[in-house]
């Protein structure tokens, strides 16, 4: 096999993140190969389900290992038994399984995890538990980062989400079927109104041009909408017209804020550098568990509303099992974004620590406590790593809730070194998970409970909530100063 060859082969397996284990290459069985003395080809290809008869073509080779691209479908999976639901479902990266049922996408993604874990899960004798379903399967996130761009080099204007495996492309996703229609509405007319008025498209190549982003978000507890614009600073345009026309679309939610974002990061991402409200204010209130929380534009939010009270309810599940009924316990909720976790655990807490490193996701966790009357949660603006060496209190039980890379191995050896009886930890990607849950092993941790809450319907995506204990076998816990008070203090 050479690099640009293209060949034809079964997808056997998919291991996560939805990669395709091809077999039967090039109609050859891989039986056949195996009693001619052949080696069977390694090769992997994403976006692929099991069972598809695919071409591929080569384009990665690493120590005799081969990836590939799908460059036609010869025959569909047994498991698609579905239409696409949206005009790009077939081109769009942000689906991956429309063509299957609601069950068979959640039973498919739920066996990638367990390919990664169930051999440790086993050896600890923990138990897998039944999967959490999203409430929601349509319409169920609540933020969309949109892009401006081009379907193809030099054609019209689109705005939208990239296509499958471009950085480039752009698909106009005027229907998707994931967000409230009230997002497809604005996105429809935010793209007639730059075409009508000329505005030229941000080129991320040379860093010329203005219209960058469109960043929607949308409370399912309020119906109310964020609406903000992100472009470059070098065309000066005046949004006033732009803000009449949103306010007079017919919308079933209320718009609470209109927002125009300067950015002129060379990063292709949604940063912010000034901020101007054209009209309202810069925030929405959303509603979880009971809990009222104050969302702002930039501050890290469950991006499935209905699917997070179930993720946080097995949670608190994991947590009250774990803690039993003691109420006079220090609790480090870490990567607490904004908070939602701590204040849940803070009626029945002596004190909850929130760490995070993202200032906005910080202020709405300190607003959000003070709305919920909550005066035992302390939350503290910095690097997981860092704050753990000036914490004041040691803490009781631990609870986990890292971005997609995991935690910073250091950070994690200074968290079991506390020697907690009990952690739980929620994970957005499996094989973070693994990892992370090796490094814990190795510092006593075995894992009690275990199961996967599907946030993400249609996608690949599934969230897992683990619940370990600590064997005291052997362990010595490292020796613990409380700092004084002036960490805190510097940090205000």
């Known amino acids: 096999m050479k690099k640009k060859e293209q060949h034809t082969g079964t997808v056997k397996k998919i291991r996560f993140p939805n990669k395709g284990m091809i077999a039967d290459i090039d109609g050859i069985k891989d039986e056949e190969r195996l009693k001619n003395g052949e080696n069977i080809p390694s090769v992997t290809v994403k976006n692929v389900l099991p069972g598809q008869e695919i071409s591929f073509i080569i384009n990665k080779k690493k120590s005799g290992r081969f990836e590939g691209y799908v460059s036609g479908i010869i025959k569909k999976s047994p498991l698609e038994t579905e239409d696409y639901f949206c005009k790009n479902g077939r081109y769009c990266g942000g689906c991956t399984y429309q063509t299957l049922t ?67 492309d752009v698909l106009t996703c005027d229907d998707c079927r994931l967000v409230h229609d009230d997002f497809n509405v604005i996105l429809k007319n ?37 609406i903000h614009m992100i472009t470059s600073s070098q065309v000066d345009h005046d949004f006033d017209d732009y803000k009449e026309m949103l306010l007079a679309l017919p919308l079933k939610g209320k718009i609470e804020g209109i927002i125009h974002i300067t950015n002129d990061k060379v990063a292709d991402a949604v940063n912010r550098e000034k901020t101007h409200i054209l009209y309202g204010c810069d925030h929405i209130m959303e509603k979880v568990l009971g809990l009222d929380f104050k969302v702002s534009s930039f501050s890290f939010f469950q991006t499935n509303t209905l699917g ?95 971005p997609r890379e995991g935690v910073n191995p250091k950070a994690l050896k200074k968290i079991c070194e506390y020697g907690v009886e009990n952690i739980v930890y929620i994970s957005c990607k499996p094989t973070s998970l693994k990892k992370d849950l090796g490094l814990m092993r190795e510092s006593g941790y075995r894992i009690q409970r275990i199961r996967c809450v599907d946030m993400f319907p249609w996608t690949g995506h599934v969230e897992t909530v683990c619940c370990l204990y600590h064997q005291k076998k052997d362990f010595i816990s490292v020796p613990y100063e409380p700092k004084d008070d002036g960490y805190l203090k510097q940090l205000k």
């Open 102 to 168: 609601y069950k068979d996408q959640l039973e498919l993604k739920v066996s990638m995890v367990k390919d990664l874990l169930e051999r440790q899960v086993k050896e600890d004798g923990g138990i897998w538990e039944d999967t959490v379903e999203s409430p929601e399967k349509y319409s169920y996130r609540n933020k969309m980062e949109y892009s401006f761009g081009d379907e193809f080099k030099g054609g019209p204007m689109t705005l939208g989400l990239h296509k499958r495996g471009s950085l480039y």
């Open 190 to 226: 935010t793209l007639d109104y730059c075409t009508e008025k000329g505005l030229p498209v941000y080129n991320k190549n040379i860093h010329e041009g203005y219209l960058r982003h469109l960043l929607l978000r949308r409370s399912a507890a309020t119906g109310g909408i964020l």
């Open 308 to 402: 997070a009270e179930k993720l946080y309810s097995a949670a608190r599940e994991y947590i009250d099992q774990a803690r039993g009924s003691g109420t006079q316990q220090v609790v480090y909720d870490l990567y607490t974004g904004t908070g939602t976790i701590a204040q849940l655990m803070a009626p029945t807490c002596k004190r909850v620590y929130g760490v995070e490193i993202i200032p906005d996701a910080v202020e709405s966790a300190m607003e959000n406590a003070a709305l919920n009357a909550l005066d035992n949660c302390t939350f503290i603006c910095d690097d997981v790593l860092n704050a753990l060496d000036n914490m004041p209190e040691r803490p009781d039980f631990i609870v986990l809730d890292p």
